[in-house]
C-alpha cells in the first residue's frame, strides 16, 4: 500500500485499509502524526489562499482606516491641489496644481471646485465663505492631518524620551475650562479634557497626568509650563506625530460641499464657545456667518478619525445633508448637531467614538453620544449604522422636533441606543437596536411614535419615562404625554442582561404621572423571552397612582393592555432567521409574521416614508433597515428599497375590500426586499465559500474582530476544525489573521 509519505506527495489521502498497534508505538505516532499532516494538507491551502492566514504570521492590523473610494465628476474649470506635484505659485489647473488647499481656497472664485490629489496635507485652521465644492480626486486617498512628524528627542533622566519645544503648545491648555463643565471629565479618566495627542506608527498613546507615569510603556505627558512632551517608547526609527492643529477648518458658506476626503488628528476640544481666542469645537465646523444661515450644504463620503473630541459640528443651518461619511473613533462625538432644519443624516458609519472615556453618567452638562442633537427640526436620521460608541448612540435633546428615525441598525453602545429627551413629535420606525447596555430606545417627551422597531438584549428594550423638570419656556416638551408604541418586537435571549422588554415609569417627584397619560397607544407589540424568567418581569407599567408589574402577557391583556400583543416563550420556535449570524429578519415560521396592524391613518406617513404599502399588515418589527454604508458618490433621490408598485393611494376609494383581510400563508415581507445582513454575517458567507466550509460557529464579533469556529467536510475517523480570528470592514470583507488547528478522533463541538 502506499504509505502516508506517498500522499504528502502527491497532496491525495490513501488511508491504510487496517492499522495495527503492536509492539512498535513509535512508528504507529509517527504514522498517525504524517496522516495528520497530509489531512492538514489538504485544507491548509483553501486557508493560505489569503496570505496572512497562518497561525505564525499575525497580521498587522491597519490603524488608519480607508477612506470610501469615490469618483466624483470633475468639471471643466476645476481648480487642482496636488501634494505631489504641485506648487503654490502654480496656475490650479490639472496640469499645474497648487500644492497646499488654503492656496486654492484663496484663489477660488465663488462657486468653484476644488479636486484634491491623493496624499496626507498637514494643513489646519482653515475659514472659508465662499459658496465651495471641495472633493477628492477619483479613487484617491486624501487626508488633512492635524499633527506635525518630529524629531529630536531625547533620552530622559527620569526614564522615557523627551522633546524640549513641543509644537503642539497652540492647543487648549485650559484644564477643565477646555470644557463646558468640569463633571464632563470621567474621574478615571483626568486627562480627557486635554487635545493633545501623539502617535508612534500610527498607534495612539495613552495621555497621562505627571511626567513619571511616562517613563515607560505606550504613555505620554504634556509639561504645560515648560512646553515639553514626554513618552514612554523609544522613539529610534519610528515616525512620531503631534497634534499641532486645533481643526481643519471653519465653514460659513451659504451653501458647497466636502465630498470624499479625510479629517484625522486634530486637536479639538468638547467647549463649542470661545475658548483662548477661537471657536474649536469639532475638527470641522459648519455655522452661520455674515452670509447668514448656511443652506443645502453638504458633507458626503467623508471619514472624520481620531479627532480629540467631536469630528464635525453644524449649527444654525438649513437642509445640511450628512450622507455616506464615517465617524470613527472620535474623542468624543462622531457629530453634533444645533438648531438646524430639514437636516438629512443618511448612510453613515458612526463607530467607536468617545474614546477619551467622557463622563456619560447623567448630569445637566451631559453631552456624549454617537451623535447628538439639540433644537434640530423636522429631519430625517435614517439607514445608518451606529455601533460601539461609548455613549448613547443618537440622542435628540432640548426642544427637537419633527425628527424621523428610519432603518438605522443600532447596536452595542455604551448606554442608549436612540434617546428622545424633551423633545416632541418624534417618529421612531423601523429601526434595528440590540445589545445596547442602556435602553434601547429610551423617551422622555411628547407625541413619539415607536413603530415597526425590532429590539433585542438592550437594558430596556423600550423605557418611557417622566422628567422630572417642569414644562416652562425653556423646556417646552418636559411632560411626558400621548406616546404611541406598536408593532415592535421586543425580544430577551436566554442569557441576556435585559431589565424589562418594556418600561413605563411616570414616577418622578414632583412631577409623576399614570402611565396612561404617557402613552396613548400601546397595542400590537410581540414579546418574546427565549428563557421566559429572564427577564422575570415582562412589562412594567408604573406611575403616580398605578404600580404594575407583568410577567406574562396575558397578566397585562386581562387589565386592558396590549389587548392585540402577541407572546413568544422558549426556543422551540425561533422568532428570527438566524439571531447567532445576527439576521433578524422574522422566521416565516414563527408566529410573529402576521397580526400587526396596518400602517394608516396617523401612521400613513410612516409608510409613505419607508415606500411600502400602508394597506398591507407586515410582520412585527422592523421592515428595513440598513445593512453597511454604501454610497455610490451621488445623493439618492429614491428610497434605499424601491416597491415594485406605487405607493401612492389608487383612485378607488380607500376603503378596504370586502374580501378577508387576513394574510396569505407566504410571509408578508415583500418579495422585492432583499434580506439584510450585517458585516460579520457577509463575511461568514464569504468564508464559508471562499473556503468550501461545512459550516461556521461565531464565538464573538467585537469591533471588527470576528472570531470563530470553521468545520471542514471531511469523513471517517477524523474530524477537522479551525478556530479563525478575521478582521472585518464594513462591507463584510475580511481579513484573516489567525489560524489554530483542531484535529480529532471525536466530534469537535
Avoid at 415594485?644 to 400563508?665: C, D, G, K, L, M
Wanted: proline share 7%.
Amino acid at each position: 500500500r502506499d504509505s502516508p509519505i506517498t500522499c504528502l506527495r502527491q497532496r491525495t489521502v490513501i488511508m491504510p485499509a487496517r492499522i495495527y498497534i503492536n509492539q512498535n508505538a513509535k512508528y504507529f505516532r509517527l504514522t498517525m502524526s504524517l496522516i495528520v499532516l497530509c489531512l492538514l494538507g489538504l485544507v491548509v491551502p483553501s486557508f493560505a489562499l489569503d496570505p496572512q492566514a497562518s497561525s505564525t504570521q499575525q497580521l498587522q492590523i491597519p490603524v488608519v482606516p480607508l477612506i470610501e473610494a469615490t469618483n466624483y465628476a470633475i468639471p471643466a474649470n476645476a481648480i487642482f491641489v496636488d501634494q505631489n506635484t504641485g506648487k503654490d505659485s502654480n496656475a490650479g489647473s490639472k496640469s499645474s496644481p497648487f500644492l497646499t488647499l488654503n492656496q486654492a481656497i484663496s484663489k477660488a472664485s465663488d462657486n468653484s471646485t476644488i479636486v484634491v490629489g491623493s496624499g496626507i496635507y498637514r494643513e489646519g485652521e482653515l475659514k472659508f465663505w465662499k459658496n465651495l465644492t471641495i472633493q477628492a480626486a477619483p479613487n484617491s486617498q486624501v487626508w488633512f492631518d492635524g499633527t506635525q512628524p518630529t524629531s529630536g528627542w531625547t533620552a530622559d533622566s527620569a526614564g522615557g524620551f523627551k522633546l524640549i519645544n513641543s509644537p503642539s503648545n497652540g492647543l487648549c491648555t485650559a484644564g477643565t475650562g477646555c470644557l463646558d463643565a468640569p463633571d464632563q471629565v470621567n474621574p478615571n479618566y483626568p486627562m480627557a479634557w486635554s487635545p493633545q495627542m501623539v502617535f508612534v506608527n500610527d498607534v495612539s498613546m495613552k495621555e497621562v497626568s505627571t511626567r513619571a507615569q511616562a517613563s515607560s510603556g505606550n504613555n505620554f505627558f504634556y509639561d504645560i509650563a515648560n512646553n515639553a512632551l514626554y513618552i514612554g517608547l523609544d522613539p529610534t526609527g519610528k515616525k512620531v506625530e503631534v497634534t499641532t492643529k486645533r481643526k481643519f477648518a471653519d465653514i460659513t458658506s451659504p451653501t458647497g460641499a466636502i465630498k470624499g476626503i479625510g479629517i484625522r488628528r486634530y486637536g479639538s476640544i468638547l467647549a463649542p464657545s470661545n475658548v483662548q481666542g477661537s471657536y474649536h469645537g469639532a475638527a470641522t465646523q459648519l455655522s452661520q456667518g455674515g452670509s447668514g444661515r448656511p443652506n443645502n450644504f453638504t458633507f458626503e463620503n467623508n471619514t472624520f478619525f481620531q479627532n480629540a473630541s467631536r469630528g464635525l459640528s453644524i449649527s444654525y443651518t438649513d437642509n445640511t445633508k450628512v450622507i455616506g461619511n464615517s465617524f470613527l473613533s472620535n474623542g468624543s462625538n462622531g457629530f453634533d448637531v444645533f438648531q438646524t432644519n430639514n437636516a438629512l443624516i443618511e448612510k453613515n458609519l458612526i463607530r467607536d467614538n468617545n474614546k477619551e472615556s467622557f463622563a456619560i453618567e447623567n448630569s445637566a452638562s451631559a453631552v456624549i453620544a454617537g451623535s447628538k442633537m439639540v433644537k434640530v427640526h423636522d429631519s430625517t436620521v435614517r439607514n445608518n449604522i451606529v455601533e460601539y460608541n461609548n455613549g448613547t448612540g443618537l440622542w435628540c435633546d432640548l426642544a427637537c422636533t419633527g425628527m424621523k428615525y428610519y432603518g438605522n441598525v443600532i447596536h452595542s453602545n455604551a448606554k442608549h441606543g436612540i434617546f428622545y429627551e424633551l423633545s416632541d413629535n418624534g417618529t421612531i420606525a423601523s429601526n434595528l437596536i440590540y445589545n445596547n447596555k442602556g435602553e434601547g430606545i429610551k423617551i422622555a417627551s411628547p407625541n413619539a411614535k415607536i413603530v415597526n422597531n425590532t429590539l433585542v438584549d438592550n437594558g430596556n428594550n423600550i423605557a418611557i419615562y417622566e422628567d422630572p423638570r417642569q414644562v416652562t419656556a425653556s423646556d417646552p416638551y418636559a411632560d411626558t404625554r400621548n406616546n404611541i408604541i406598536v408593532n415592535n418586537i421586543l425580544s430577551s435571549s436566554g442569557n441576556s442582561t435585559t431589565n424589562r422588554l418594556l418600561e413605563i415609569n411616570g414616577f418622578n417627584n414632583p412631577d409623576s404621572v399614570v402611565p396612561a397619560l404617557m402613552v396613548g397607544e400601546l397595542n400590537y407589540n410581540a414579546y418574546s423571552r427565549e428563557n421566559p424568567e429572564k427577564p422575570f418581569t415582562m412589562i412594567g407599567y408604573r406611575g403616580s397612582s398605578v404600580s404594575k408589574t407583568f410577567a406574562f402577557l396575558g397578566a397585562a391583556q386581562a387589565e386592558g393592555i396590549e389587548k392585540n400583543g402577541v407572546e413568544s416563550r422558549g426556543t422551540s420556535q425561533p422568532i428570527f432567521v438566524d439571531k447567532g449570524r445576527f439576521n433578524f429578519r422574522v422566521s416565516p415560521y414563527s408566529n410573529l409574521t402576521t397580526g400587526s396592524k396596518k400602517l394608516t391613518g396617523s401612521l400613513t406617513y410612516i409608510a409613505d416614508d419607508l415606500n411600502v404599502s400602508p394597506f398591507e399588515s407586515y410582520a412585527f418589527g422592523a421592515i428595513q433597515w440598513q445593512s453597511m454604508p454604501n454610497p455610490t458618490g451621488t445623493q439618492p433621490t429614491t428610497p434605499t428599497i424601491p416597491p415594485t408598485t406605487p405607493t401612492v393611494p389608487p383612485t378607488t376609494p380607500t376603503i378596504p375590500p370586502t374580501t378577508p383581510t387576513v394574510p396569505p400563508t407566504t410571509p408578508t415581507i415583500p418579495p422585492t426586499v432583499p434580506p439584510v445582513a450585517s458585516p460579520q454575517d457577509i463575511a461568514v458567507r464569504k468564508m464559508i465559500s471562499d473556503h468550501n466550509l461545512s459550516k461556521v460557529k461565531v464565538f464573538s464579533f467585537d469591533k471588527s474582530v470576528l472570531k470563530v469556529r470553521a468545520y471542514l467536510p471531511f469523513g471517517g475517523l477524523f474530524h477537522i476544525a479551525a478556530d479563525v480570528s478575521a478582521i472585518v470592514d464594513a462591507k463584510g470583507n475580511y481579513q484573516i489573521t489567525s489560524v489554530n488547528w483542531i484535529v480529532s478522533f471525536t466530534p469537535i463541538n
